[in-house]
């Protein structure tokens, strides 16, 4: 569980490294601008995650981008059924309801105790997916109607702070929190060519592999970020 939730917020701040470019500064309040550098970028979005600032992941969003989830979201709620849709929603609520009520039940079975799996990282990980499913229940993308009209930036504002805010009390049997990774994050930067900056992320406590991002040298002021 520990490596997944860092892991998460790792994969968080490589997708706007990847794809971000930094608003002007009055734009996005007290929210880090993205620096000129693919390191400075994936530091910036960090630091936005650790202070609950999720809708960063959103501002730093060139506004093509913007636009394209906007619509692609709207599009998406148009042609489903929102009779099915919820009915899908609630399904999938219940069922991991039912999973974490009997958890004890499933991790005292013998098919359970065959597959190896640490029963503590289980019950943890239910747990916090309970948690989880019940912050997103109670946000708009819980009905069709709402999902039609949801502003992302404001989504990530609430719901997105509040997945931060339940990350953030996470420990693994040593009282470690996942999120506190990123305090010892390191990026190294591999090397560096027109359109491709290789970097090495990662922490005392998690390893990661090479990432390959793309860079511009024009688009977004000379912000590292995809060509559009």
Same mark, same amino acid.
């Given at each position: 569980?520990?490596?997944t ?13 990847a794809?971000g470019?930094?608003r002007? +500064?009055? $734009?996005?309040?007290?929210? /880090? @601008?993205?620096? *000129?550098s693919?390191?400075?970028? %994936?530091?910036?979005?960090? !630091?936005?995650i650790?202070n609950e ?14 636009q ?6 709207? +599009?998406? $709620?148009?042609?489903?059924d /929102? @009779?099915?849709? *919820?009915?899908?929603?609630?399904? %999938?609520?219940?069922?991991? !309801?039912?999973?974490?009520?009997r ?21 943890m990980?239910l $747990?916090n997916?309970?948690v989880f499913?019940n ?6 993308v819980a009905?069709?109607e ?6 992302w ?7 997105g ?10 420990e693994?049997?040593?009282?470690d929190n996942p999120?506190?990774?990123l305090d010892?994050l ?6 560096v060519?027109e359109?491709r ?16 991002l793309?860079?511009s ?7 590292w970020?995809a060509?559009?």
């Open positions: 569980m520990k490596n939730v860092f892991r998460l917020a790792t994969f968080s701040l490589i997708l706007v490294a794809l470019c930094a002007d +500064a009055d $734009s996005i309040g007290k929210a /880090p @601008a993205i620096p *000129d693919p390191d400075g970028t %994936v530091f910036a979005v960090a !630091e936005a650790q600032q999720a809708e960063f992941l959103w501002t730093a969003l060139p506004e093509s981008y913007q394209d989830i906007t619509e692609i979201t709207l +599009a998406l $709620s148009e042609k489903m /929102p @009779a099915v849709y *919820d009915r899908a929603f609630a399904l %999938v609520m219940r069922a991991i !309801e039912v999973l974490d009520d958890k004890e039940i499933i991790l005292a079975s013998e098919t359970f105790k065959s597959s190896g799996a640490d029963a503590d990282d289980v019950r990980g $747990s997916t309970l499913t912050i997103l229940k109670a946000s708009e009905t069709v709402g999902l039609g009209s949801v502003d930036e404001h989504f990530l504002a609430t719901t702070n509040e997945f931060i805010k339940q990350a953030a009390t996470i693994d049997p040593d009282g999120l506190n990774n010892s390191k990026v190294e930067t591999i090397s060519s359109d900056a290789t970097l090495r992320i990662s922490s005392d406590a998690v390893s990661y592999t090479h990432l390959t793309p860079t040298a024009v688009a977004c002021r000379s912000r970020s060509e559009r």
